[in-house]
């Protein structure tokens, strides 16, 4: 919701203060300067990146259109879900939540977490660090290890569809010169007609030099940022599941567990001690089935 309401600022902006300057709005659309510039930057991006990276780069695109989905209740229901499962285990042993971790999507402790349920993601991350305890294949302190490897994979996957939408927004400008040069070509070749004419090519090629600045620095940068900072708040959200576990199978009570991932959280999100604490005793004083 923010990227279109800062989109809309921008166009807004840019668009008001040209009127406001006596311009015309219909002169700053060049078909043929957009088809060129755009063109262009989908090209280098083909150039750029593998099928796979560029899916991976708007999939991240459209995720930032529909805003972070990490908030404080998010992380309320992660850190009562983990509660629940650290209970479950420290009750009646580890086996016990075997038939949650081998079929999640039948749980009846994440089914009462959709916002959990629905990040697959997550959901996989979890599963993949209880079961090599529950299976007895590592020894608990090897498990950090084993999900740090995962996270900073992850991470790197991350950084590479946003890395080609950074270069490809810092190509945007000479693209833009590109289109200008093409439209100074055109001018120069109708030199010796009417200066209406001969205006009207001028302008067209400083629009595309317009567009290629403002398209790079008004909207493709500050989208690969917000890409950015989404992917580190999933990250953000993957190394609470960690960090929870790892204290859990290390031997650490299950509120003190859940203790140690709130502590790591950014203050946005994080609850306090006392709300952590009512959220606990509320899962307690729950009735049962």
């Avoid at 992380?75 to 629940?84: M, V």
């Avoid at 997550?122 to 290890?145: H, M, N, R, Y």
Wanted: charged share 15%; with cysteine; glycine share 10%.
């Amino acid at each position: 919701m923010f990227v279109i309401i800062g989109s809309i600022i921008v166009i807004g902006a840019v668009i008001g203060g040209f009127l406001m300057a006596g311009g015309s709005p219909g002169s700053l659309w060049q078909t043929s300067e957009v088809v060129v510039i755009c063109g262009a930057a989908f090209g280098a991006m083909v150039i750029m990146a593998p099928k796979d990276v560029l899916i991976s780069m708007f999939k991240m695109a459209l995720g930032c259109l529909k805003g972070s989905p990490y908030g404080k209740a998010a992380y309320e229901d992660l850190l009562k879900l983990l509660y629940e499962l650290f209970m479950l285990g420290r009750r009646n042993g580890m086996i016990a939540l075997e038939e949650h971790v081998m079929k999640p999507e039948s749980s009846s402790i994440l089914s009462k977490y959709p916002s959990f349920v629905k990040n697959h993601h997550a959901v996989e991350f979890l599963v993949g660090g209880l079961k090599p305890i529950i299976d007895g294949k590592i020894k608990p302190d090897q498990l950090k290890s084993l999900l740090d490897a995962e996270i900073d994979k992850a991470g790197h996957e991350d950084h590479i569809p946003i890395a080609v939408l950074t270069k490809t927004a810092d190509a945007m400008p000479g693209f833009g010169i590109v289109a200008a040069v093409l439209g100074i070509i055109i001018t120069m070749a109708s030199i010796g007609g009417p200066p209406e004419a001969i205006g009207h090519h001028v302008a067209a090629a400083l629009v595309g030099t317009f567009l290629g600045i403002l398209v790079s620095y008004g909207f493709l940068n500050p989208l690969a940022t917000n890409m950015e900072i989404m992917a580190e708040e999933h990250h953000a959200y993957t190394k609470c599941i960690a960090l929870s576990v790892v204290s859990f199978a290390n031997g650490m009570a299950p509120i003190m567990a859940v203790e140690v991932a709130r502590r790591g959280l950014g203050h946005a999100v994080k609850p306090s001690a006392d709300e952590l604490e009512a959220m606990m005793k509320n899962l307690n004083t729950a009735p049962k089935g």
